[in-house]
């Protein structure tokens, strides 16, 4: 070996040994990467993508109802559309309380936007209501148009967040309610913020201990602030019309601006 060689072999460092601690440090520094990434996609990504399966499932069913109408009603003249403004007026007809998790309905908000078109389901757990389909019904109350309170619960955040928009509802908005026989629009009047033990907002009269209920009424709750289970965000309404399937999509759907 030269002289030069024999130097630069001298100066060679040392190589490094791995360490239990640095070892244990990339492996941290990893697993909060990957937190972090679950987290973006959870939040927004994944709510980007649940949201567009909940439109075009609750889109699917509108349709369906439609097409099993036209097919059993084939031979029917077809009405005269309801003039702009003035909505069909007809006895609502009362559903059956759903099952856990059994798919009864589609809302429809036009504040939300045109392709706002959420499936609504028997109960409010979220294994089987909140998370895979959309809106639930709180077990016990009312059903569309019916004298009392129709209430339900879904996501302001994830998994599609439903109501995510829900402090955005102006008094007067449309809140349709889409089921095999018409749709049921109720008017938003008023939002309200109480703890999640407050439940005297699912009575027959929101609010209101042991008053009868001569009124159909919405109540519609999620989480409040967002991110947070701190307090109970709560929109209410009340029922406006029924229009029947034969008469056609009501004017309460129009877009608003």
Known sequence: ?????????????????TSVVGVIGELLITAGVIVLLYVVWQLWVGDLIYGAERNATGTELSQQWQQEWEQTHAAAPTPEPAPAGEPETAPPPVLAEPGDGEQFAVMRIPRFGSDYAVPMAGGVSRARTLDPIGIGHYPGTKMPGEAGNFALAAHRTTWGKPF????????????????QDGWYTYRFRTLEYVTPNEVEVLLPVPQAMDVPAGTAYITMTSCSPMYAMTERIVAYGVFESFTPREAGPPASLQAVT
Request: proline share 6%; glycine share 6%.
């Open 1 to 17: 070996m030269t002289d030069l060689g024999r130097a630069v072999h001298r100066r060679r460092p040392p190589r490094r040994r």
């Open 164 to 179: 995510n928009r829900i402090a955005d509802l102006h008094v007067g908005d449309a809140i349709v309610v889409e089921t």
